[in-house]
T-cell receptor
């Protein structure tokens, strides 16, 4: 079963508008973490934001915020005031502890390609 | 500044060749990972290592092996390259929180 699902293969947004990238996850663990990474066309993976399963507040980092809805098992990324440089592939990922150490292992979704139009 | 480096950005090999992909990190992390990235499939874990000489299979280990003789270096080995191993390969290291990625190696097997 797919543990991380990103249902939007591609998204388009106008510069300066906000955009939401969807991510749903599946886990039976109580302790887990959710990550978003950005991958520009150059290929490097850039860490954007993290949400722990016990965090009560939604995570925010500058123009990035994570809309965490635990009961619905969703962790959507919201980018406010989109910029041309936001055009990239975005990956949602999850780390589970399963009662032991995770070694930092992540499970990734399929990714969403975001294109920002001027 | 944290750094993960990979030996090549682009590599072209022939079917049946033995291929070595090298990854080095300078953050003294215990955990290191090899992924392959294919369109529509995201990143899939091939192998990871949680200590020197320790390794565990990921989700798609078939056709690959790994070596970790020193803490900073984690190598991915394709014993006999095949065309279905044409892909982008990403190495990462982790401090049990965030993963730090290398720039990737785009491998083409002809």
């Amino acid at each position: 079963a797919q543990k991380i699902t990103q249902t939007q293969p591609g998204m388009f947004v106008q510069e300066k508008e906000a955009v939401t990238l969807d991510c749903t996850y599946d886990t039976s663990d109580q302790s887990y973490g959710l990550f978003w990474y950005k991958q520009p066309s150059s290929g490097e993976m850039i860490f954007l934001i993290y949400q722990g399963s016990y965090d009560e507040q939604n995570a925010t980092e500058g123009r990035y915020s994570l809309n965490f809805q635990k009961a619905r098992k969703s962790a959507n990324l919201v980018i406010s005031a989109s910029q041309l440089g936001d055009s990239a592939m975005y990956f949602c990922a999850m780390r589970e502890w399963g009662g032991g150490t995770s070694y930092g292992k992540l499970t990734f979704g399929q990714g969403t390609i975001l294109t920002v139009h001027p | 500044d944290v750094k993960v480096t990979q030996s090549s950005r682009y590599l072209v090999k022939r079917t049946g060749e033995k291929v070595f992909l090298e990854c080095v990190q300078d953050m003294d992390h215990e955990n290191m990972f090899w992924y392959r990235q294919d369109p529509g499939l995201g990143l899939r874990l091939i192998y990871f290592s949680y200590d020197v000489k320790m390794k565990e299979k990921g989700d798609i280990p078939e056709g690959y092996s790994v070596s970790r003789e020193k803490k900073e270096r984690f190598s991915l080995i394709l014993e006999s390259a095949s065309t279905n191993q044409t892909s982008m390969y990403l190495c990462a290291s982790s401090d049990n929180y965030e993963q730090y990625f290398g720039p990737g190696t785009r491998l083409t097997v002809t």
